[in-house]
């Protein structure tokens, strides 16, 4: 939309773009978080329910985390299927996928 102010440019923004990347690397990643969203309301002095929203990518339009979701539609034999599912099921499977995706990423960054 033309015109409409977003972040920092919105005149009633209470955390700046650095506060809310530091937030992120505040809470940690998904399986294992650093700090719970009550520790994070209180340091940056916004409700619960507005860092999960800022976290969960519901505010600001941030893709926070991993939270955005694409299905996937793949052929997997049987004995492959087999060890996923020993190893955690798609829990695990979003983790190798999500790993692979950021070791991906880190190749194409160090060609360019």
Request: one cysteine or more; hydrophobic letters at 35%; aromatic letters at 6%.
């Amino acid at each position: 939309m033309k015109g409409y102010r977003v972040g920092e440019a919105h005149p009633r923004a209470l955390l700046t773009e650095a506060e809310i990347d530091q937030m992120v690397e505040d809470r940690g990643p998904d399986n294992a978080p650093r700090m719970s969203y009550s520790m994070l309301a209180a340091r940056y002095r916004v409700s619960k329910s507005c860092v999960r929203d800022i976290l969960n990518g519901n505010r600001r339009g941030r893709v926070c985390g991993e939270k955005r979701y694409v299905k996937l539609e793949i052929e997997v034999s049987l004995p492959t299927r087999a060890k996923i599912l020993r190893r955690g099921g798609s829990k695990w499977l979003e983790q190798v996928v999500a790993e692979a995706f950021r070791a991906s990423s880190g190749e194409m960054e160090k060609e360019a």
